[in-house]
């Protein structure tokens, strides 16, 4: 098979699955139904759980002990939730602390 054709093979296999991952709310639940209870749980406490459980997946290889002991790390998880708080728009709170990050480390530490 000519890479051409996997190539197009690996693009109509995304396209499915997007397609797919896409109509399935649809499919599954109904247009204009209330959603069962579990899924308004998951809607509600699912997004804070995987946010806490990113947080500390980056925050486990930080070494506390040496270099800049974490500061950097320290102040745009700060910022993150302060922004957040503040504005509650998660776009901007992630963005604003990840050019904050690259830019301590860039510069300063």
Request: charge should be positive; proline fraction near 5%.
């Amino acid at each position: 098979m000519s890479d051409f054709m996997k190539s197009i093979g690996i693009v109509a296999a995304m396209a499915l699955v997007t397609a797919a991952t896409r109509y399935a709310p649809f499919l599954f639940f109904g247009r204009g139904k209330e959603p069962a209870k579990w899924i308004k749980y998951l809607g509600k406490f699912l997004p804070p759980a995987l946010i806490s459980v990113l947080l500390i997946y980056c925050v486990s290889t930080v070494n506390f002990l040496g270099g800049s002991h974490g500061i950097p790390e320290l102040i745009c998880i700060a910022v993150t939730v302060a922004l957040h708080f503040w504005k509650g728009n998660v776009l901007l709170s992630i963005g604003v602390s990840t050019v904050l990050y690259m830019v301590l480390v860039q510069t300063i530490f």
